[in-house]
């Protein structure tokens, strides 16, 4: 069984290769059709002006990061113990590997594990990494939902953006409601439904992963001591966009308000979930922000050039990322790393 899923990872990374190749050259073709429509002269005169913010941007960039690993150790299971930077380096290899891949999240996450094994236990990596990611989509959740609320009622939009606000902003409850269903009723989603896929994991596996279910949906009432602290940094995590989007803006001398910054963070972060598979959100990032600029204000160009000073920042970040994958020695999964005590 290992062997057939080995044989299978082998035929799907070719595919996976090819179309993370074409979503970049789609995304390069998007982006530079982005450029000559604005003005590559008119926008490279508004990404100059971050100046010497630049590298207080890729910190906050970095800070992020080393939030969102706080709030992972915190959800490891005593007594086991991922130190702070062991976790940050796993949230840095996992989110440079997820970011070449159309697969995103499925790809990075596991990714993480498997690079956490190495410090802890795969099943307590599994089981806190599982939780952080729940606390980490409600949140995200919820601030889109706030966002596209304060547009709704800071500026005059035009009738078929409102209604896909309205759509947007029923779209997040909905998925906060379904989550919190889902850890109310605690169904056995993994443990009933993937030994019926093809190349179904042996009784052993089956048996982790209702143990790992188990302790995904007890942990608000096993360690409710960890749970507000770990929500928290994820609020945190938000609040370092809003104030990332704030420095930006300011440098490119726009000047706008911690609630314009809010919006407009809303509205990047909106992009990066909707089109999680294109590779670094290249170009629908761009063409995107270009055109929600407007409607918060400001010219398009400043929105172009918000997201390529972003993009720059992205790129150092997942660098680093991909340099301890190397370091590591780990290669592209499409599958999560086996548990084990």
């Not at 896909?164 to 409850?173: L, N, P, V, W």
């Not at 790129?315 to 994958?325: D, N």
Request: proline residues 6%; aromatic residues 8%; contains cysteine.
């Amino acid at each position: 069984m290992i062997q057939q899923r080995a044989h299978g990872e082998q035929r799907q990374l070719p595919k996976l290769r090819v179309s993370s190749a074409l979503y970049i050259v789609g995304g390069l073709a998007v982006l530079l059709g982005v450029l000559w429509t604005l003005g590559i002269e008119a926008t490279w005169t508004e990404v100059r002006k971050v100046g010497w913010m630049f590298p207080a941007i890729v910190a906050l960039g970095g800070l992020r990061f080393l939030v969102r690993a706080g709030a992972w150790v915190i959800c490891i299971e005593p007594p086991h113990r991922l130190r702070l930077r062991d976790a940050f380096a796993a949230v840095l290899a996992g989110d440079a590997l997820g970011n070449l891949t159309p697969l995103g999240p499925l790809v990075g996450e596991p990714a993480k594990a498997t690079y956490a094994r190495r410090f802890v236990s795969a099943q307590p990596a599994l089981t806190g990494l599982a939780v952080e990611n729940i606390l980490y989509t409600l949140a995200t959740a919820a601030m889109i939902a706030a966002g596209t609320l304060a547009l709704l009622f800071s500026f005059p939009l035009p009738t078929q953006i409102r209604e896909f606000s309205e759509i947007a902003i029923a779209g997040m409850a909905l998925l906060i409601a379904m989550t919190l269903l889902v850890l109310w009723r605690r169904p056995a989603v993994l443990s009933r439904w993937i030994p019926l896929a093809p190349g179904a994991p042996s009784d052993s596996r089956v048996f982790k992963l209702r143990t790992l279910e188990h302790d995904i949906y007890s942990f608000a009432s096993r360690r409710p001591g960890a749970l507000i602290p770990a929500i928290l940094l994820e609020v945190g995590f938000h609040a370092l966009g809003v104030l990332e989007t704030h420095l930006t803006l300011s440098s490119l001398g726009t000047a706008p308000t911690l609630m314009t910054s809010f919006i407009f963070e809303t509205a990047s972060r909106l992009l990066v979930v909707a089109f999680k598979v294109v590779p670094f959100q290249l170009g629908v990032a761009e063409v995107g922000l270009a055109a929600f600029a407007p409607l918060v204000g400001m010219d398009r160009t400043v929105g172009l050039a918000f997201s390529l000073i972003r993009k720059a920042r992205v790129v150092i970040w997942q660098l680093i990322g991909a340099g301890l994958l190397v370091r590591s020695g780990m290669k592209p999964s499409t599958s999560p790393p086996a548990t084990q005590s």
